[in-house]
């Protein structure tokens, strides 16, 4: 699964998942606004991108 895929269920209408919610529409539909980056992003677990420090 591609990453992108991972992310857009956050941001993505239910019923339509090709075009973003309202709420994170830079107004075409398919570009994130700022708010919509960010939701995607808390969705990483950030522990996955540091080593164990053992």
Request: net charge positive; hydrophobic share 35%.
């Amino acid at each position: 699964m591609r990453q992108r895929d991972r992310l857009r269920p956050r941001v993505a209408r239910p019923r339509d998942p090709h075009h973003l919610l309202p709420a994170y529409d830079a107004g075409d539909g398919v570009h994130p606004t700022d708010a919509g980056l960010q939701a995607m992003a808390d969705t990483v677990d950030l522990r996955l991108l540091t080593r164990d420090a053992s």
